[in-house]
């Protein structure tokens, strides 16, 4: 009996690569034994999400690894925001490349502090093509990204997720197995305020605790006269926290340090300063330590 058809012949075919194998079964097999296998020796996983882009979430996530990875712990960060990674500038990699091997395993790159980091970043060609990849491919290449980086022993992973509560989110969240919980980043405004209720509940929905929530952006000092100015109102976050029984973390003010050491590659907490905002930054970092002592 030599007569096979071809799909019987792929069928047969061992899979050895979650690209290469035509059998979604086996495909799916394979991938939660690479996840459990490149995963499983991470002590905590904490996600940062946001109901929206441009609030923050990736300042707090690269913050948070400097910080954590200041205090002594294996860090690593996963940027899984696609279309705008910007977690390699942040932490001063721009440029680097993920490599991988024959097993179609990848390495992280690792940054100062011994920090690893994966993103879709290291595999673009330039800054000015954007991802257009759609729907299925989209979730594939999400789904590889997580099964595939060899992390090796870890204290904490920061995932950095894509902004909203979509379909790229949701496969993150539920593709990270017993991840600790999530921070979710807001701006101070009445829109913001809305949209991160959607992050809560996105939140309980897939099981995973919520830390707490920061205000970024809260407020503005003027530097000639002291005034404290609040630019997308404030207090927001606050309110909320109360609302949804959540933990408020803090309030970041808007300082143009910290944009300016995220474009530099340097994030704003390894300058040790005694700043407003560091004080800030330091607050929500430390709360956030307690909690996950906690749990
Ligand atoms: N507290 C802050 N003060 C000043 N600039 C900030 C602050 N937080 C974030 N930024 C800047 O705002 C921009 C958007 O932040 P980012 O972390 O990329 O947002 P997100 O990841 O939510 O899209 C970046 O240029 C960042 O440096
Ligand atoms: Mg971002």
Request: glycine share 10%; hydrophobic share 35%; aromatic share 4%.
């Amino acid at each position: 009996m030599t007569n096979q058809t071809n799909e019987q012949k792929k069928e047969r075919e061992p899979c050895t690569n979650s690209i290469q194998c035509n059998n979604p079964e086996k495909e799916e097999q394979l991938q939660k034994q690479k996840i459990n296998e490149h995963l499983g020796k991470i002590k905590h996983k904490i996600a940062i999400i946001s109901g929206k882009g441009g609030v923050g979430k990736s300042t707090v996530t690269a913050n948070l690894a400097m910080a954590f990875a200041m205090d002594g712990n294996k860090i690593g960060v996963l940027d899984a925001d696609i279309h705008g990674p910007c977690i390699p500038k942040m932490l001063g990699l721009k440029g680097q490349k993920l490599k991988g091997d024959k097993k179609g395993e990848f390495s992280p790159v690792t940054g100062s502090l011994g920090i690893k980091v994966a993103s879709m970043d290291f595999l673009l060609e330039n800054d000015e093509t954007p991802v257009i990849w759609r729907g299925p491919l989209k979730m594939r290449l999400i789904q590889q990204f997580i099964s595939d980086i060899a992390w090796g022993e870890l204290d904490y992973l920061f995932v950095d997720l894509p902004p909203g509560t979509g379909d790229e989110p949701l496969s993150v969240m539920q593709l990270i197995p017993d991840m600790d919980g999530v921070v979710i980043v807001t701006m101070p405004s009445e829109v913001s305020e809305a949209v991160v209720k959607k992050s809560v509940t996105f939140a309980r929905q897939v099981g995973v605790p919520v830390i707490g929530i920061v205000e970024n952006m809260s407020g503005f000092v003027c530097p000639e006269c002291g005034k404290k100015i609040d630019i997308f109102k404030s207090g927001g976050g606050k309110r909320i926290t109360q609302k949804l029984d959540v933990t408020y973390l803090g309030t970041i003010p808007i300082d143009p340090k910290v944009c300016n050491d995220s474009d530099n590659g340097i994030p704003f907490i390894a300058e040790k300063s005694d700043s407003p905002t560091a004080e800030a930054f330091n607050g929500i970092i430390n709360k956030i330590k307690q909690t996950l002592k906690k749990s």
